[in-house]
C-alpha cells in the first residue's frame, strides 16, 4: 500500500481570485509583509500497487484524466510506502 500526496495549484499566469481575497483580509488583520497569496488543493490518495513506479504511475494518470485541469493548473505529488517516514 502507498499514499501518493498530490499538490494542485493554479499556473502562474492563471489569475487567483480566491488568493486575492485571502491577502487582501491578511494584510487587513496586520500581516503587511505577505507580498503574494495563491490557493491551492491537496489532495492524498491511498494506493494499493506492488511497486512504487506502479503507484507513481496511478499518480500521474489521476491527475492528468481528472484531478487537474492541465489548461489552469500545474500538479506535483510524491508517493510513499505506508509505513515510510514521511
Known sequence: MFTAKINISLRKTILDPQGKAVEHSLKSLGFGSIV??????YIELK??????QEA????????????ANPVMEDYSFE????????
Open 56 to 67: 507513481e504511475k496511478i499518480s500521474e494518470e489521476a491527475c492528468r484524466k481528472l484531478l
Open 36 to 41: 503574494d497569496t495563491r490557493i491551492g488543493k
Open 79 to 86: 508517493v510513499f510506502k505506508n509505513g515510510d517516514i514521511i
Open 47 to 52: 494506493i494499493n500497487a506492488e511497486t512504487k
